[in-house]
Each structure stands twice: as C-alpha cells, then as structure tokens.
C-alpha cells in the first residue's frame, strides 16, 4: 500500500508567521500535489511536481510556495500566514493518474 | 461552470438501501474517471478506478461511465453505517497535465 505521511495533523499559528507542512510518500512516485480544502469549495490545487526541483502552479498558489528537494518529500510553505489561509491541507502522490492522499493537515491561523 | 459538477448533498438514506452518487462534466477529453472516499477528518482514499465508459464492479460498488451524456455514477449496494462518509469523483485529461479535477464532493449517512 501506498503511504503518505504529513507532518502534522493539526496546527495552531500566528498571522505572520513562516509556516511549514511537510509530506513525505514512501513509493517513489514522480508526481506530487498540494491542495487545500475547505466547505463548500472541495479540493482546490495550490502546487504541484513532477519530479526534484521541478514545481508547477496549481489554481491557488498565491501566499505559498514549495519544495522538493528530494523525490519522496514536499513541503508547503506559507510565507507569512493569513487568516484566510485557515484550512485542512492535503498532500497527494501520483501512480498513472491515481493520486493517493495523505491524512491532511488542519491548520489554524489566528 | 464547472468543468465537474456534483451535487454537495447532503444525502441521508436508510440502512441496506441502494445509493447513488453522480458527477457530470463538460470536458469531453477525460478519459480516467475516479472515486474517492472521505471519511471525516481523514484524507481521501482511492475507492473506485475506471477508463473511458462502461462498468466497474467492485463487492458492494459499481462504478459506471456514460461519456456520451458526461455522466458518472458511483452506485454501493446494500449500504452499511460504515459507508457514511464524503464521497469525490475526479478526472483526468490525459493531452494534459497530469492533474485531477475533482467534483465538489458528496455527503452521504447511511442512517442504522
């Protein structure tokens, strides 16, 4: 079975703050994915990559940013966190076009 | 619009009923259309894999593709408590990047 690991499953910071999330697969996947997801607006793509160094944009990036540094880890970075950037984050590898999910990361800027 | 649409719900049906979940779209060019299950508080996992049209069974699941009215169904037998949960389509344009474009997503309780 595929495994993806997220750093944190919840997150309390302030606005302002540098915020890491970090997602770690274990199956050697090119392809990995960032989203956020929130009520009412499903699953919204932040960034993505396919492959070390590489990362493309995805519908929202604006107020974050990436790396891949290595083939089995992404991490999101929010610059400096926002209120409006409350939210549960999901991280997701790709086989073909099956994406597999990690457990999310709730996170709360206050 | 959306290029996939799916009714947010939610949807609340009795114990042992048949359900069934639907995604329209407008993108002729998908090709791989996809199931995704999520319980609360959890991320999605892979439920259901299909190809172009036809069906897809898979114990209590049948995963069916019309791509002549862009529609996909996700239909479960049988529906247990264990069922509830939000439930996602997605799909891909294979000419494309290899990114999903997901449904909003269904919230479906199977009431015991």
């Known amino acids: 079975d595929v495994k993806v690991t997220q750093s944190s499953r919840y997150l309390v910071k302030r606005t302002g703050e540098k915020v890491f999330l970090e997602c770690v697969q274990d199956m050697d996947h090119e392809n990995m994915f960032w989203y956020r997801q929130d009520p009412g607006l499903g699953l919204r793509l932040i960034y993505f990559?396919?492959?070390?160094?590489?990362?493309e944009k995805g519908d929202i990036p604006e107020g974050y940013s990436v790396s891949r540094e290595k083939k089995e880890r992404f991490s999101l970075i929010l610059e400096s966190a926002s209120t409006n950037q409350t939210s549960m984050y999901l991280c997701?590898?790709?086989?073909?076009?099956?994406?597999?999910f990690g457990p999310g990361t709730r996170l709360t800027v206050t | 619009q959306k290029e996939v649409e799916q009714d947010p719900g939610p949807l609340s049906v009795p114990e042992g009923a048949i359900v069934s979940l639907n995604c329209t779209y407008s993108n002729s060019a998908f090709q791989y259309f996809m199931w995704y299950r999520q319980y609360s508080r959890k991320g999605p996992e892979l439920l259901m894999y299909t190809y172009s049209s036809g069906n897809k069974e898979d114990g209590r699941f049948t995963a069916q593709v019309d791509k002549s009215s862009k529609y996909i169904s996700l239909f479960i037998r049988d529906s247990q408590p264990s069922d509830s949960a939000t439930y996602l389509c997605a799909m891909n344009d294979p000419r494309g990047a290899q990114k999903l474009v997901f449904g909003q997503g269904t919230r479906l309780t199977i009431n015991p």
């Open positions: 990559s396919y492959d070390v160094k590489m990362k």
């Open positions: 997701a590898c790709q086989n073909l076009y099956e994406q597999y």
